[in-house]
């Protein structure tokens, strides 16, 4: 064992693709895939979707069948990792939590098993799978892509007397809040195969047009992964700036809440904790009479 002096440039890209079926995910995640370069893994839970894009880049696949549960996403990735991949992608993690033997299935299926039909007791177990299987993305030394599929979220409202549904936007199919674990997520649109960053800490995509992705989009990202920039420390000092101008505790937290998330399992988790916790004393302190 040896360690080394920890260096920005070995910050790896976490990219979540979004879109619903037939946007053009996986050819994107290829296409992005070939301008970082490196040796390619691809893990395929879409029945060998991936061998027909064959001809846009070089890589080995993994055909994942079911179940789709954590522990074998997890073993998949672990595989590419002994393999020595420096990229992968996982295309998609939408079976890991709605597919047959995924998250909702099992939770399902332990709840009539061990709690008498209980989901929440359910959910005690199968939580820590899933975030296990969230760990191992974060922590991988490769770069990953993973795919979702999103559909469309509506609500019936009432317009002029009259009831009707109404399109609330593109909702991805995994666990909510699951975007807060990578760098870039790009939604896919179905028609024009556009993307359009819905979190971006790169700033390379925030305020862009909507663009079609490519080789050159994969250049870009590393070329930023590679300048210096570090993607946790940019975290934490955006998480310094909005705690300074917090107006209040229901401000605070949720900017807190989101800081640990993004900042977990890094050295700069506990930096933003010391600056919440300073932040919530000033703002808890009582007013001084006038």
């Not at 936007?169 to 993307?195: C, N, P, W």
């Not at 605070?252 to 919530?280: C, H, M, N, S």
Request: aromatic share 8%; charged share 30%; net charge negative.
């Amino acid at each position: 064992m040896k360690f080394e002096k920890a260096m920005r440039k070995k910050a790896k890209l976490r990219l979540a693709l979004t879109g619903p079926s037939g946007s053009g995910k996986t050819y994107s995640a290829l296409l992005v895939a070939k301008g970082i370069g490196g040796k390619l893994a691809f893990i395929d839970t879409e029945k060998g979707s991936a061998s027909l894009y064959s001809d846009v880049a070089d890589f080995d696949v993994l055909e994942l069948d079911p179940p789709f549960s954590p522990e074998r996403f997890i073993e998949a990735i672990k595989s590419a990792e002994d393999a020595g991949y420096e990229s992968l992608i996982i295309d998609s993690i939408t079976h890991e939590w709605g597919g047959v033997g995924g998250c909702l299935e099992l939770v399902d299926t332990i709840a009539k098993a061990k709690f008498r039909g209980n989901s929440w007791s359910a959910w005690s177990e199968m939580n820590p799978r899933h975030r296990l299987f969230l760990d191992a993305i974060l922590r991988s030394p490769m770069h990953i892509i993973a795919t979702m599929r999103s559909k469309t979220e509506t609500a019936q409202v009432e317009e002029n007397g009259r009831k009707k549904v109404a399109k609330l936007g593109m909702k991805s199919e995994q666990r909510d809040g699951v975007e807060y674990e990578f760098t870039t997520v790009l939604d896919i649109a179905h028609e024009t195969h556009h993307a359009i960053a819905s979190k971006d800490r790169t700033k390379l995509f925030s305020n862009s047009d909507p663009e079609i992705l490519s080789e050159d989009t994969g250049k870009r990202l590393l070329n930023w992964l590679e300048s210096g920039v570090n993607p946790h420390e940019e975290a934490l000092k955006q998480f310094v700036s909005d705690a300074e101008s917090a107006a209040g505790m229901d401000v605070l937290k949720p900017l807190f809440e989101e800081a640990w998330r993004t900042l977990r399992g890094t050295e700069y988790q506990a930096k933003a904790k010391d600056v919440y916790d300073i932040r919530k004393s000033e703002l808890e302190q009582p007013q001084s009479a006038a």
